[in-house]
């Protein structure tokens, strides 16, 4: 075990991770285990490090069906209208952008912190990400205008009309990760952006890997207390 791992037993570390499994607060954690604030601080911070790398090695270029889109992290932000795209990006200077992918087989989500929502910036994600020829969603923002010409069937959902239609043609499921992302994030009121880096790949994770998150957290921090 490395050194900077033993002020604590293993079974203590366990008790940690199962509160952060709980998705418990770390003030709630010590009072529960007993163990310092801080350390608990600490091997949460060590969990989300361990969970952002093994989100970021499970990527693969796949093919299939996938939802695109991306959306702004942080305070209030001035509400647009329904189908105004032309704002897209105003009045975000405190905010992060992130670019989502997600895979509509298998329901996992791929998401990445970026600078813009320019196309130059979003189409070599969606190119290291989804093979050609896949189906790809999309809302009417113009960064995604000839995805048909990059090798890929495009469909499109205008918002401003209709949210989804009879054809499957709606980005509902990225959506719904961008809410239970926000929703979850809201409580820590304020993240540093390297702090958010981590904080998001654990909703990444905890969305991609409900049904056994623990299983996979377990096998993941034990590789660090070896």
């Excluded at 298998?106 to 190119?127: A, F, H």
């Excluded at 981590?198 to 299983?215: A, G, P, T, V």
């Amino acid at each position: 075990m490395p050194a900077k791992y033993t002020r604590l037993s293993k079974k203590r570390i366990h008790e940690i991770l199962r509160c952060f499994y709980a998705d418990l607060g770390a003030t709630q954690a010590a009072k529960l285990t007993g163990i310092n604030r801080n350390t608990v601080n600490d091997w949460y911070c060590t969990f989300r490090e361990a969970i952002a790398d093994f989100q970021e090695e499970q990527v693969r270029k796949s093919s299939g069906s996938f939802e695109i889109d991306e959306s702004y992290f942080g305070g209030p932000r001035k509400k647009l209208h329904v189908g105004d795209r032309r704002k897209r990006g105003r009045g975000a200077e405190n905010k992060v952008p992130v670019f989502g992918i997600k895979k509509r087989s298998d329901g996992t989500v791929y998401t990445k912190i970026i600078e813009n929502v320019e196309k130059s910036t979003l189409l070599p994600i969606i190119k290291r990400i989804i093979k050609h020829k896949s189906v790809i969603y999309t809302d009417g923002w113009t960064s995604y205008d000839g995805l048909v010409f990059d090798g890929y069937k495009h469909y499109r959902i205008n918002h401003s009309k209709q949210y989804s239609n009879r054809r499957g043609t709606h980005i509902n499921g990225i959506e719904n990760f961008w809410g239970f992302a926000k929703q979850r994030l809201a409580k820590f009121h304020g993240l540093s952006r390297k702090n958010f880096y981590f904080h998001l790949k654990e909703c990444e994770f905890r969305y991609n890997k409900k049904h056994d998150m623990m299983k996979i957290l377990k096998k993941v921090i034990n590789s660090l207390l070896v």
